[in-house]
């Protein structure tokens, strides 16, 4: 429609009459001056800030909201400065490729102008195509400190992530409950049934139905050190990260210990003793992009499939695996070059890489569809399974099962420590952990026996009895209930007691000869205890398909609530 407007109006009020008229009559509107020359125009494909009409209202709410959104007073960015951080919004930029929007811009106006948004970001944005929900912690605002509203701010994100179906990212970089006596009433406590304790309560709920990832960066102490340890992945950044039941002072108030932070609760207690950490990486640039990255692997809920890329070949030769296996059971190797050429180049993302490394765990891509990888590092203590490597990949194996992300074991094990310092650090309570993780996890499951699958290890890594839908076995692989030494003292104990020097060496070497008659692995295959024995490099073509045969398992109900082994 052409409106023509004699008498030389300028662009501004031409524009803001064109907007008025197409918005009234819902269509395009051109005005021309006198001569029929065009001035301007809006309409339905046009409606953006150019021609907008902007009242002194919204113009007064929009210079709130920006003051709101430039964070808190100029000693809090002088403090995120010396400590080395970034600046809450820009954390988020680093991290999402679009902020959908936010809730709660205006939480605790009008009560302290030093409180925007009462110190915590909540929202939804954008990570490759995928929306992901989100708190952040503002450090500019009380050192990121968890106010009333705050606490409101994340219940209500976190009941909305799980309504909608879309992972959760925690930035946490927080000091904790925010003490002072403004924040409450006499008689308040953090128990109230909507309030701080909810929190947790939420992620209990949300565990297994929306992947929960956390990036700690801060110290995080008492009760909101919860929010990190509940997620399913939690990755630390160094120097400035760290997390405790209770702060140094505290600790020394009360225990007479003294000690600081990162001695406490700093990224290398957490990622060598603890095990909370799954990554420890060295900046903030490093930990958005390994939380992408991590993103990349796991489905929106445990109701989606997840997401798959472009397929790519494995970083080593797959034809060349048999030569990374020794013949001697005993000799160490790295499993990282067996992993190397079985699963996509580029693809494979360590878990726990500095707790319990006898057992290597991690997220992979095979022929571009995620899987979750377990398996002994022969490299480190011949591969044995420790009470901290059990509890390490039962967590692993629940959470892959959790999001519908099939486990591939790659066994070559010693069997489970012995010895009185692994009884009294629970090797059979948490080796019971592995085993049960194992055989009720529904997601398919591979075991490959590459070499050694001694004693009860073989239970946890998935063996024949344990639920795989395929037990694969290398030409180097020897299946035993122990191995050939500890058979030979076992059966001969008595007899050994009473031999001395070359006699008892040679009867040694004799019985050990016997013993490798009986763990012949084409004389196993033969009796069917493991479902094909096949050269090894044919392992990584094998996985492909078998994956794929398996793509739409079907998961079982179980006629119980639930086992009664506690993770």
Same mark, same amino acid.
């Given at each position: 429609?052409? /409106? ?9 009020t ?47 709410l ?31 930029d680093?991290?999402?490729? &679009?902020?959908?929007?936010?809730? !709660? ?26 929306k ?18 705050? +606490?409101?701010?994340? =219940?209500r /994100? ?19 409950a ?51 340890v ?12 760290g ?29 060598t ?23 990349? *692997? ?20 797959p ?13 160490? *190797? ?22 319990a ?16 990888? +377990? ?14 490597? &059990?509890?390490?990949?039962? !967590? ?8 519908d992300?099939?486990? +591939?074991? =790659?066994?070559?094990?010693p069997?489970?420590?012995? !010895? ?23 997601v ?27 037990? =694969? ?9 122990m ?13 050994? &007691?009473?031999?001395?020097?070359e ?30 024995l ?12 078998? =994956? ?20």
């Amino acid at each position: 429609m052409e /409106i023509s407007v004699e008498g030389g109006a300028d662009e501004e009020t031409a524009r803001a009459i064109a907007t008025a008229v197409a918005e009234h009559l819902g269509r395009s509107v051109e005005i021309v001056d006198g001569d029929g020359e065009s001035v301007t125009e809006a309409g339905e494909a046009d409606w953006d800030d150019a021609g907008a009409v902007l009242t002194d209202r919204e113009e007064r709410l929009r210079e709130e909201i920006a003051a709101i959104l430039s964070g808190g007073p100029e000693r809090g960015f002088e403090k995120i400065e010396d400590l080395g951080k970034v600046f809450v919004r820009d954390r988020l930029d680093m991290i999402f490729d &679009a902020i959908e929007y936010e809730d !709660g811009t205006f939480a605790r106006h009008g009560d302290d102008d030093e409180l925007p948004a009462d110190g915590l970001l909540t929202g939804v944005g954008t990570i490759d195509g995928r929306k992901v929900a989100f708190t952040a912690n503002d450090y500019t605002v009380k050192a990121g400190s968890l106010g009333q509203m705050g +606490v409101e701010k994340v =219940l209500r /994100i976190q009941e909305r992530a799980m309504e909608m179906g879309i992972p959760m990212l925690r930035l946490v970089d927080s000091t904790g409950a925010r003490l002072n006596a403004e924040e409450r009433e006499p008689g308040d406590t953090h128990m109230d049934r909507y309030r701080g304790g909810r929190m947790f309560y939420n992620q209990c709920l949300l565990s297994g139905q929306i992947p929960q990832i956390g990036v700690l960066y801060g110290p995080d102490v008492a009760g909101s050190a919860y929010t990190p340890v509940f997620c399913d992945f939690l990755i630390m950044v160094e120097d400035i990260a760290g997390m405790a039941i209770a702060s140094p002072r505290i600790v020394e108030a009360m225990t007479g210990e003294s000690v600081d932070m990162q001695g406490l609760g700093g990224p290398e207690v957490h990622a060598t003793q603890s095990g909370s950490a799954d990554l420890v990486v060295p900046d903030e640039e490093t930990a958005a992009t390994k939380a992408r990255q991590l993103l990349s *692997y796991l489905p929106s809920s445990h109701e989606a499939d997840p997401p798959t890329h472009e397929p790519a070949p494995p970083a080593k030769n797959p034809k060349g695996l048999d030569a990374v296996i020794p013949e001697e059971p005993n000799r160490a *190797y790295d499993v990282h070059e067996t992993i190397d050429r079985l699963v996509d180049r580029d693809s494979f993302f360590e878990v726990k890489p500095r707790f319990a490394p006898e057992m290597v765990t991690g997220l992979a891509r095979i022929d571009g569809h995620p899987v979750g990888v +377990v398996a002994n590092q022969p490299d480190h203590i011949s591969g044995a399974i420790f009470p901290d490597s &059990a509890d390490k990949a039962a !967590g692993f194996v629940w959470t892959c099962d959790a999001y519908d992300i099939p486990l +591939v074991y =790659l066994c070559d094990t010693p069997g489970f420590m012995i !010895g009185s310092q692994v009884e009294r650090e629970g090797v059979l309570r948490k080796g019971r952990k592995f085993i049960y993780a194992t055989s009720n996890a529904q997601v398919p499951k591979f075991c490959v026996i590459t070499r050694k699958a001694y004693g009860a290890g073989i239970y946890g890594m998935c063996g024949p009895s344990f639920g795989a839908d395929a037990t =694969l076995a290398l030409p180097s692989a020897e299946i035993s209930v122990m191995g050939p030494d500890a058979a030979v003292h076992a059966l001969f104990g008595g007899q050994l &007691a009473e031999m001395e020097g070359e006699t008892r060496e040679r009867f040694i070497e004799s019985a050990k000869e016997q013993f490798d008659e009986y763990i012949d692995i084409r004389k196993q295959a033969g009796t069917m205890q493991v479902d094909e024995l096949l050269p090894a490099g044919d392992l990584r073509d094998q996985l492909v398909r078998r =994956l794929d045969a398996f793509r739409n398992k079907r998961r079982d109900d179980q006629p119980r609530h639930h086992g009664t082994v506690l993770f």
